[in-house]
Structure formats: structure tokens, C-alpha cells
């Protein structure tokens, strides 16, 4: 140890020290000693004596800011620079002391669970699991700070550090000085740790409310840190991160937020915005927003907000004063916007780039809106994805038609499922019919049409924008475009559409292309689907079972295909439609709520099943959504297991904010149990039970 470890301690503390350092091995990487003080004002002395390891110390002082222990004093020492840092013999002596926030117990129980989690978490750092061993922390504290009801607002207050080189020959020392508040420490270690500085040593000394901590550190090769611009980016991430620790809380994730704010901040290095916005950066509105964003999807943080970096921070700034990111756009001002832009360049590669350029950021904001605006409804959001791809793919259409050259004909585009019910949500794909008429074309054109339109449409993961033609007559044996002729034999009777085929098409409408040509698809529609023809309830109601026999895990939920998903109300619905739509062209809408709202002044759906099946629907889409933003996959609708911590992140993404994270994801386990009931109690008793 540094010759100050032997002036600070008694030879009776170190001879302790040394007892303990004899107990660790493999199953023990720490050992722990607890005195409570003599004062007997809920004072102890934390003695930890352990393996030396990278971010040792902030995981200390994350728990015990999370058992409500509050850091007033200590002493932190590790072998001297003369020991090799690789060595598996380095040792620590961290000596804390410590008082308890009001309220909080830590009487024997807590403390051998205090150890527990200590010699846990000490595994995984000797395992080289640095960032599992951080992120199970940040979990485990702002769960504790929610049930200590302990807000981490201290943390917003200013930060003052400085480095010295001259006070050491081994180590830089940092001065760190801000009013002493609750997990100070830990959001200042945990920042050193994020960015790979070694702490060598710690004072901590605290004093009228006010802490001046000193640390002798070192960056990860061991090398003091002396260059200027070295010691200003450290400076700022340490504040920052002091600030974002204050709302972790807030995050739907809080490890994910910490981990991401950690990319956010290399991407901020990287980049120079102006001092309007890095001020915004500073405020407690901006990293709420920020702690929101970063704290709901790994997917989110890899896909789109490291893409858009630069559109990130000028549209949470516009968030924070209360103005619209950028509000949904309409279909004719999506339409105008990208006409502009696609008027800039020549050539089809260009005008592709284009189209895919703005499709992306369309949906980024788009979808930043939808997790961060509060006054932003799931059928707004529809809504704006729906029209940003019906513009998208009549660009599409039109860039390709073009490409090709001349040709006799009419080409259109009709829209199946969420798509073409204007019910697209986070990640929803497209799912797509081609239909030509080819008035002496050949058909291989508006084949090699279909096939290009496919290509120029760009999607960067499974689920947003990607294309699927499934829906199109006879499946993957079939065409990829469809001759108008060929589609009304096979929607026809006596044509080869199978009875779950004519269901579908219940959601088939109209949206780019030749609209002539496409009106006349939708007037075939419903002509085909509202016939009068009698309608398989055997074959329909067997497929539904089959779904949730062959689709859904054993002993698992999927909230699309178990018994009460939402597949149940969709088809109700769509069984409904079937039955009646000859009679009320009301009912004839690709819609599932407005077809819902019409069965309900039909009075084909009474007050009590509305009441059941409509709110049931909007939770159970927020429930998907909420799904596809942590997966980024839109097939992945398996519920998490309930006391997993993505169950319990999901809870948080949908409003369950209780004091416990347990608790809100118990009620929201509670919630989807009896919405799914009900749901699927209405189906049987609708159309089972009748059948």
C-alpha cells in the first residue's frame, strides 16, 4: 500500500485488514466487515476488503447508495503502482463510513443481503463482465431509490473538478467539489469507470454540505492524465453523467439508458453543436427527455438514434420548450416535401438514395414523437406511418415506372393488414398486392415492375418497411404482380381463394399507383367479400384454434395469438363484417376500430361488448408496440417472463410508474391477464358457444 494507508489506519485496523484479505478465494472476492459506530446515530463502518478490479468502486458505492447508506467519509486504497496491474494478487481496502437516510433499516437481515449482492457483483467483475455487473446495478439502485422514495435531485447541483499532476509522481489527482448529496459518489465514480480511468485511491471528506473528494487515478494504460483536452472531456463527462444519474429513475430501462448515455456521450465528442444546444444538454428538462429515449430500446439506440444523431438534439430541445418535435405530418405535405427533394438529383440510384433517406428520417421523427410527446395518441401515430408509406411507395412507383420506360398498361398498389387498416405501429412491415392491367403488355414488364419497387424500397432490419407480398394470390407459388383479370378469378366464385383469404381481404384498399385501376380493386373487394356467400364458421373458428395451440409457447403469453389477443378482436370483428357488411355498407372499412364503432350503432355489438373489446384493443396495441420497441422485431409478440427485468422495463414503457418496479409490473401482468379474459370470453361466447 502507499505509505499514507499506514498513517491513516492503527496497526489493530490493518492487522483486521490483513485477516480478511486471508479468506478470499475463488467463491470470495470480497470480504466484508460491518460496525455499527458508537455515536449510535445510524452510523457503521463499512470495511471492504477485496480482489482488485476495473469499476470496483463505483459498483461499492452504487449499493450502498441503493441500501440507503449515505457516503460521509472514507479511505480507498489499492496496492501500490509497483505491483503489476494484471496481477490476480492486487488487493483493495475501501473504508467507508457511513449514515442512513431517514427511514431506512439496516439492521442484520440487510446486511448479509447487502453482502450478498456485493459478492455478486464482484463475480461478474472477476469474470470480465464489467457492463452486466453496471447495468444489474443501476437497475437494483433506482428500484431502491423508488421504494426509499429517495429522489436523486441533489444530483443537479454544479460540479467543480481539477486535476493535479504535482502532488503525485505516479497519479493524477482529481479534486471533484459539489454540494454533498445523496449517490454523488457514485454517479462520479461510475463515470470514471465508464470512461476506463483506474482509482487508484480515494479521499472522501465531506463538510457543512459541502464534499471535497480527491481521486488518484489513472487511464487504462496506467499513465497519468495530463493532456489538457484529456482532462476537459473527463471534466465534461463526469458532470454530465452527475446530471443523467439524476434521471435514471425516469428511464423505462435504466441500465440501458446509462450504458447508451455512455455511446451518446463518445458520438457528442465527436461532433460540435452550438452552445444553445449543448446548454439545453445541461438542463433538467433535456436529460429527462434524453433518460426517456435512451432508456427504451437497444434497438431504438443502434437503428435510428445513433443514425440521426445530429436531428437528435435540436428535436428534444424543441421538446423541452414545449413545441412539437415536428408535428405528423399529412399525406400531402410528406408528398410535397419529398417531390422537392427528389426534383434536386437525376438518375435512379440517386433519386432510390433519396427516397430511402427520407424515408428514414421521416420515421425517426416519426417515432421520437411517439415515445417522448405525452399528447401523442397510438391513432396519430398510425396515422402518420400509414401516410408516410403510402407517399413512400408511390414515389416508388413512379421513380421505377419511369426507369422502365414506356409501356401500355395500368399498375397499382393495394395495401393488406396493419397497412392497408391504417393500423401500422412501431416496426409494422407492408404488407403489399400488385395488380396490372395489361391491355397488351406483357406481363413480364409489370413482373419486372413489381420486383424493382421491391428492391428500391430499403429496410435495415426485420419488421420497419419491409415488403411482404404472402397475401397475394397463391402465395409464393404465385406472381408478383397480379393481371386485374387474374384477380377477380381467383376472389370469385368458384375461384381458388381459400375462406381465411377472403377474410383477409377485408384489409385490402387502394393506396399508390394507377387509382383508376385501383378503385376498380376495391369495388371487386367488396364484391367478392360482401356477396352473401355463406361464410365456413368451421373452418374459421378451427383456425383459430389451431393458432393458439401451434403459434403460442406452452405456458407463455403472446399478445397477438393466445386466447384473448388481439387476433381474437380483429377477427370478431371481422367475422362480424362478414355476416352483416352485405346489408350496411358501413361496415364495408379495413378499419378494426371503425369498423368496431359501426357494429356498435348497428347495434350489432352491444354496449357491454364495446365496452369491453374496444378499450381491450388500444391497451393490447400500446402492449405491441411497447414489444416491437425494445425487440425491433415485429414478429417477437411473446410476452417476457413477469419477474424478468424486461417485464418489468415493459411496465414502466406503458405508465406503470409505481414505487416498485415489482409492483408496477405485478399490476400490469394483472391488467393483460383480465383484458385478455375478457376478450376471449366475448369471442366464445359470440361465436363458439353459437357455432
Same mark, same amino acid.
Given at each position: 500500500?502507499?505509505?499514507? %494507508?499506514?498513517?491513516?489506519?492503527?496497526?489493530?485496523?490493518?492487522?483486521?485488514?490483513?485477516?480478511?484479505?486471508?479468506?478470499?478465494?475463488?467463491?470470495?472476492?470480497?470480504?466484508?466487515?460491518?460496525?455499527?459506530?458508537?455515536?449510535?446515530?445510524?452510523?457503521?463502518?463499512?470495511?471492504?476488503?477485496?480482489?482488485?478490479?476495473?469499476?470496483?468502486?463505483?459498483?461499492?458505492?452504487?449499493?450502498?447508495?441503493?441500501?440507503?447508506?449515505?457516503?460521509?467519509?472514507?479511505?480507498?486504497?489499492?496496492?501500490?503502482?509497483?505491483?503489476?496491474?494484471?496481477?490476480?494478487?492486487?488487493k483493495i481496502v475501501d473504508v467507508f463510513r457511513v449514515g442512513l437516510k431517514p427511514g431506512v433499516v439496516f439492521d442484520q437481515a440487510r446486511q448479509a443481503e447487502f453482502q450478498e449482492q456485493l459478492q455478486t457483483l464482484a463475480n461478474l467483475l472477476a469474470t470480465g463482465a464489467a457492463d452486466q455487473? =453496471?447495468?444489474?446495478?443501476?437497475?437494483? $439502485?433506482?428500484?431502491?431509490?423508488?421504494?426509499?422514495?429517495?429522489?436523486?435531485?441533489?444530483?443537479?447541483?454544479?460540479?467543480?473538478?481539477?486535476?493535479?499532476?504535482?502532488?503525485?509522481?505516479?497519479?493524477?489527482?482529481?479534486? @471533484?467539489?459539489?454540494?454533498?448529496?445523496?449517490?454523488?459518489? %457514485?454517479?462520479?465514480?461510475?463515470?470514471?469507470?465508464?470512461?476506463?480511468?483506474?482509482?487508484?485511491?480515494?479521499?472522501?471528506?465531506?463538510?457543512?454540505?459541502?464534499?471535497?473528494?480527491?481521486? !488518484?487515478? @489513472?487511464?487504462?494504460?496506467?499513465?497519468?492524465? &495530463?493532456?489538457?483536452?484529456?482532462?476537459?472531456?473527463?471534466?465534461?463527462?463526469?458532470?454530465?453523467?452527475?446530471?443523467?444519474?439524476?434521471?435514471?429513475?425516469? @428511464?423505462?430501462?435504466?441500465?440501458?439508458?446509462?450504458?447508451?448515455?455512455?455511446? !451518446?456521450?463518445?458520438?457528442?465528442?465527436?461532433?460540435?453543436?452550438?452552445?444553445?444546444?449543448?446548454?439545453?444538454?445541461?438542463?433538467?428538462?433535456?436529460?429527462?427527455?434524453?433518460?426517456?429515449?435512451?432508456?427504451?430500446?437497444?434497438?431504438?439506440?443502434?437503428?435510428?438514434?445513433?443514425?440521426?444523431?445530429?436531428?437528435?438534439?435540436?428535436?428534444?430541445?424543441?421538446?423541452?420548450?414545449?413545441?412539437?418535435?415536428?408535428?405528423?405530418?399529412?399525406?400531402?405535405?410528406?408528398?410535397?416535401?419529398?417531390?422537392?427533394?427528389?426534383?434536386?438529383?437525376?438518375?435512379?440510384?440517386?433519386?432510390?438514395?433519396?427516397?430511402?433517406?427520407?424515408?428514414?428520417?421521416?420515421?425517426?421523427?416519426?417515432?421520437?414523437?411517439?415515445?417522448?410527446?405525452?399528447?401523442?395518441?397510438?391513432?396519430?401515430?398510425?396515422?402518420?406511418?400509414?401516410?408516410?408509406?403510402?407517399?413512400?411507395?408511390?414515389?416508388?412507383?413512379?421513380?421505377?415506372?419511369?426507369?422502365?420506360?414506356?409501356?401500355?398498361?395500368?399498375?397499382?398498389?393495394?395495401? $393488406?393488414?396493419?397497412?392497408?387498416?391504417?393500423?401500422?405501429?412501431? @416496426?409494422?412491415?407492408?404488407?403489399?398486392? !400488385?395488380?396490372?392491367?395489361? &391491355?397488351?403488355?406483357?406481363? %413480364?414488364?409489370?413482373?419486372?415492375?413489381?420486383?424493382?419497387?421491391?428492391?428500391?424500397?430499403?429496410?435495415?432490419?426485420?419488421?420497419?418497411?419491409?415488403?411482404?407480398?404472402?397475401?397475394?394470390?397463391?402465395?409464393?407459388?404465385?406472381?408478383?404482380?397480379?393481371?386485374?383479370?387474374?384477380?377477380?378469378?381467383?376472389?370469385?366464385?368458384?375461384?381458388?381463394?381459400?375462406? !381465411?383469404?377472403?377474410?383477409?381481404l377485408i384489409k385490402l384498399r387502394w393506396v399508390a399507383g394507377d387509382e383508376s385501376l385501383g378503385r376498380k380493386v376495391d369495388a371487386h373487394r367488396d364484391a367478392f367479400i360482401y356477396s352473401g356467400a355463406p361464410w365456413d364458421w368451421e373452418n374459421a373458428l378451427h383456425l383459430r384454434q389451431r &393458432?393458439?395451440?401451434?403459434?403460442?409457447?406452452?405456458?407463455?403469453?403472446?399478445?397477438?395469438?393466445?386466447?384473448?389477443?388481439?387476433?381474437?378482436?380483429?377477427?370478431?370483428?371481422?367475422?362480424?363484417?362478414?355476416?352483416?357488411?352485405?346489408?350496411?355498407?358501413?361496415?364495408?372499412?379495413?378499419?378494426?376500430?371503425?369498423?368496431?364503432?359501426?357494429?356498435?350503432?348497428?347495434?350489432?355489438?352491444?354496449?357491454?361488448?364495446?365496452?369491453?373489446? &374496444?378499450?381491450?384493443?388500444?391497451?393490447?396495441?400500446?402492449?405491441?408496440?411497447?414489444?416491437?420497441?425494445?425487440?425491433?422485431?415485429?414478429?417477437?409478440?411473446? $410476452?417476457?417472463?413477469?419477474?424478468?427485468?424486461?417485464?418489468?422495463?415493459?411496465?414502466?414503457?406503458?405508465?406503470? =410508474?409505481?414505487?416498485?418496479?415489482?409492483?408496477?409490473?405485478?399490476?400490469?401482468?394483472?391488467?393483460?391477464?383480465?383484458?385478455?379474459?375478457?376478450?376471449?370470453?366475448?369471442?366464445?361466447?359470440?361465436?363458439?358457444?353459437?357455432?
Amino acid at each position: 500500500m502507499d505509505e499514507d %494507508y499506514f498513517s491513516t489506519f492503527s496497526p489493530k485496523e490493518i492487522c483486521t485488514h490483513m485477516k480478511m484479505s486471508t479468506g478470499l478465494d475463488s467463491r470470495h472476492r470480497v470480504q466484508v466487515r460491518i460496525d455499527q459506530q458508537a455515536s449510535g446515530a445510524g452510523e457503521f463502518e463499512v470495511v471492504i476488503v477485496g480482489f482488485d478490479y476495473l469499476s470496483e468502486f463505483s459498483i461499492f458505492c452504487g449499493l450502498l447508495s441503493a441500501f440507503g447508506l449515505d457516503i460521509r467519509a472514507g479511505d480507498i486504497y489499492s496496492f501500490s503502482k509497483g505491483v503489476d496491474a494484471r496481477s490476480s494478487l492486487r488487493k483493495i481496502v475501501d473504508v467507508f463510513r457511513v449514515g442512513l437516510k431517514p427511514g431506512v433499516v439496516f439492521d442484520q437481515a440487510r446486511q448479509a443481503e447487502f453482502q450478498e449482492q456485493l459478492q455478486t457483483l464482484a463475480n461478474l467483475l472477476a469474470t470480465g463482465a464489467a457492463d452486466q455487473a =453496471r447495468e444489474r446495478l443501476n437497475r437494483f $439502485l433506482t428500484e431502491r431509490v423508488e421504494t426509499m422514495r429517495e429522489p436523486l435531485t441533489g444530483l443537479v447541483h454544479p460540479i467543480e473538478i481539477r486535476f493535479d499532476n504535482a502532488l503525485s509522481a505516479d497519479w493524477t489527482v482529481m479534486e @471533484a467539489h459539489s454540494a454533498d448529496t445523496f449517490a454523488l459518489l %457514485y454517479a462520479i465514480s461510475n463515470a470514471l469507470a465508464m470512461q476506463g480511468v483506474y482509482i487508484h485511491k480515494v479521499k472522501i471528506r465531506g463538510e457543512g454540505g459541502e464534499a471535497r473528494d480527491q481521486f !488518484f487515478i @489513472a487511464d487504462r494504460w496506467c499513465h497519468r492524465i &495530463q493532456d489538457p483536452a484529456e482532462q476537459d472531456r473527463l471534466r465534461t463527462t463526469v458532470a454530465m453523467i452527475k446530471q443523467f444519474t439524476r434521471f435514471l429513475p425516469e @428511464a423505462p430501462d435504466p441500465a440501458k439508458a446509462m450504458r447508451h448515455f455512455d455511446q !451518446f456521450l463518445d458520438k457528442m465528442a465527436e461532433e460540435k453543436f452550438p452552445d444553445h444546444v449543448m446548454s439545453f444538454l445541461a438542463r433538467e428538462d433535456g436529460m429527462n427527455l434524453l433518460a426517456h429515449l435512451l432508456g427504451s430500446s437497444d434497438y431504438l439506440w443502434e437503428e435510428f438514434l445513433s443514425i440521426h444523431f445530429r436531428e437528435l438534439l435540436p428535436s428534444l430541445e424543441r421538446m423541452a420548450e414545449r413545441k412539437p418535435i415536428r408535428r405528423f405530418a399529412d399525406a400531402a405535405e410528406l408528398r410535397r416535401e419529398l417531390r422537392s427533394r427528389l426534383e434536386q438529383v437525376s438518375g435512379f440510384e440517386e433519386k432510390k438514395s433519396v427516397l430511402n433517406r427520407f424515408k428514414d428520417d421521416q420515421v425517426f421523427y416519426i417515432d421520437v414523437r411517439h415515445l417522448l410527446d405525452p399528447g401523442a395518441t397510438l391513432i396519430e401515430f398510425s396515422q402518420s406511418l400509414t401516410e408516410l408509406a403510402e407517399v413512400v411507395i408511390d414515389e416508388a412507383v413512379k421513380i421505377c415506372s419511369e426507369h422502365a420506360g414506356s409501356r401500355a398498361g395500368s399498375f397499382t398498389v393495394a395495401g $393488406l393488414g396493419k397497412f392497408g387498416g391504417r393500423e401500422m405501429g412501431y @416496426a409494422s412491415d407492408l404488407e403489399l398486392l !400488385f395488380v396490372h392491367d395489361d &391491355q397488351g403488355a406483357r406481363d %413480364y414488364f409489370f413482373e419486372s415492375l413489381a420486383h424493382k419497387v421491391v428492391e428500391t424500397i430499403e429496410f435495415r432490419t426485420k419488421g420497419i418497411f419491409q415488403i411482404d407480398l404472402r397475401l397475394r394470390p397463391y402465395g409464393d407459388a404465385g406472381a408478383w404482380s397480379v393481371p386485374y383479370e387474374e384477380f377477380r378469378r381467383y376472389y370469385g366464385p368458384g375461384g381458388a381463394a381459400a375462406p !381465411f383469404e377472403r377474410q383477409a381481404l377485408i384489409k385490402l384498399r387502394w393506396v399508390a399507383g394507377d387509382e383508376s385501376l385501383g378503385r376498380k380493386v376495391d369495388a371487386h373487394r367488396d364484391a367478392f367479400i360482401y356477396s352473401g356467400a355463406p361464410w365456413d364458421w368451421e373452418n374459421a373458428l378451427h383456425l383459430r384454434q389451431r &393458432q393458439i395451440r401451434e403459434l403460442v409457447k406452452r405456458g407463455h403469453t403472446n399478445a397477438k395469438y393466445s386466447a384473448g389477443g388481439i387476433i381474437d378482436i380483429e377477427y370478431a370483428v371481422q367475422y362480424l363484417q362478414l355476416l352483416h357488411g352485405q346489408h350496411h355498407v358501413e361496415l364495408r372499412v379495413p378499419n378494426t376500430l371503425e369498423a368496431l364503432d359501426a357494429l356498435r350503432k348497428k347495434n350489432i355489438v352491444s354496449e357491454s361488448e364495446y365496452g369491453i373489446l &374496444q378499450p381491450a384493443y388500444l391497451f393490447l396495441r400500446n402492449l405491441i408496440d411497447a414489444l416491437r420497441i425494445v425487440r425491433g422485431d415485429a414478429s417477437d409478440l411473446l $410476452l417476457p417472463e413477469q419477474t424478468s427485468e424486461e417485464f418489468k422495463s415493459l411496465a414502466r414503457r406503458l405508465g406503470y =410508474r409505481d414505487d416498485n418496479r415489482t409492483i408496477g409490473a405485478q399490476r400490469l401482468a394483472t391488467d393483460i391477464r383480465q383484458r385478455m379474459k375478457d376478450v376471449h370470453s366475448v369471442f366464445v361466447t359470440r361465436f363458439m358457444k353459437s357455432s
